[in-house]
């Protein structure tokens, strides 16, 4: 059963995840789940590409958040705005994310590797934000990708 989104904050997230699986995909991904929930976490997207997985942590901003808290690349001349979506990742969050991973990599893999004849356990596999900043009012968004995230 689709998640459904109610809060206009769950709202912007879920069109920055939307955002994030079109970058994927232009991007040569496959997407293999999304929202993959446990009691313990949620994984926003889960990829493969070149025989490697990856588990995507999604974040999004609109403009009109940005009023507030505005990234400091936005505005590098003013060190009051130093809010970032990313530093949203906070130890716990990384901590709840590493066993929500943990139990997918011992789950049955998903109907997309197993037609690919890919075995789970023999995969690389790495961490990934996306940070997607909305502009809603004039339909745009930028992505930032944060690699190789150490949980």
């Known amino acids: 059963m689709p998640k459904v989104f109610t809060s206009e904050t769950q709202k912007i997230g879920e069109l920055g995840e939307n955002i994030a699986v079109r970058f994927l995909v232009k ?13 313990w976490g949620e994984i926003d997207i889960i990829a ?31 060190d009051r705005y130093e809010h970032r979506p990313e530093d949203n990742m906070h130890p716990w969050k ?20 197993r037609r690919a004849g890919k075995k789970i356990e023999e995969m ?12 809603i009012k004039n339909k745009k968004a930028k ?4 690699s190789d995230i150490i949980l």
Do not use: A, C
Request: hydrophobic share 35%; net charge positive; aromatic share 12%.
């Open 124 to 135: 690389e596999w790495q961490v990934d934000l996306l940070v997607v900043f909305l502009d």
């Open 27 to 39: 991007h040569g991904f496959s997407i293999l789940d999304r929202n993959y929930t446990k009691k």
């Open 94 to 113: 990384l901590k709840r994310l590493s066993r929500t991973i943990q139990t997918y990599l011992l789950s049955p893999p998903s109907l997309k590797l």
């Open 48 to 78: 493969e590409k070149d025989k490697k997985l990856y588990f995507i942590e999604v974040k999004s901003v609109s403009r009109e958040t940005l009023n507030t808290f505005i990234p400091k690349s936005y505005n590098d001349s003013d």
């Open 143 to 146: 992505i930032k990708v944060v």
